[in-house]
């Protein structure tokens, strides 16, 4: 059985890893997600820069991503259920069938993300993210 010495040294190499590939660029950073078939889930990337990153499919459920820059980035089939996506820059991501469930969205900023198909129930979103989604659905 593993000590919570162990876990909590455990846990500082791994956020030391995250550290080291969020300062690579963006390709290099996502064949590592794909090669090393990491599971982000739980991970705190609050503030991470991930501007064009390609992380359809990713499982980033619990991830802290709050006032992350997610500009164009590819969240198609991602699972962020319960994560916080607040403050984030989600403006012009693809986030086509993602499964938001339970995440927060309080404050993120929506503008011409694409959010078609995507599982959005009982997702915190702010008034204005309601009709800006509703408004860039009408726009496709």
């Known amino acids: 059985m593993t000590t919570k010495e162990e876990l ?3 846990q500082m ?9 969020l300062k690579i660029n963006k390709e ?3 064949e590592y ?4 078939n990491i599971d982000l889930s739980g991970a705190d990337l609050s503030s991470a820069n991930l501007r064009g ?3 359809s499919g990713v499982d980033l459920s619990g991830v802290d991503l709050q006032g992350a820059d997610l ?10 259920s319960y994560a916080n996506l607040s403050r984030s820059n989600l403006s012009g991501a693809n986030m086509r069938n ?15 993300a694409d959010f078609r198909g995507a599982h959005l129930d009982d997702a915190k979103l ?13 726009r496709k």
């Open 33 to 36: 997600l794909y090669t090393q």
């Open 71 to 80: 500009y164009g980035a590819n969240l198609s089939n991602a699972d962020l």
């Open 13 to 21: 190499k791994i956020k030391k890893k995250l550290i080291k590939l």
């Open 98 to 112: 993602a499964y938001l469930s339970w995440a927060d969205l309080s404050g993120a900023d929506l503008l011409g």
């Open 28 to 30: 290099e950073f996502n």
């Open 53 to 55: 990153s390609d992380l």
């Open 126 to 138: 702010d008034k204005k993210q309601v009709l800006t989604i509703l408004k860039e659905e009408n």
């Open 8 to 10: 909590i040294e455990l």
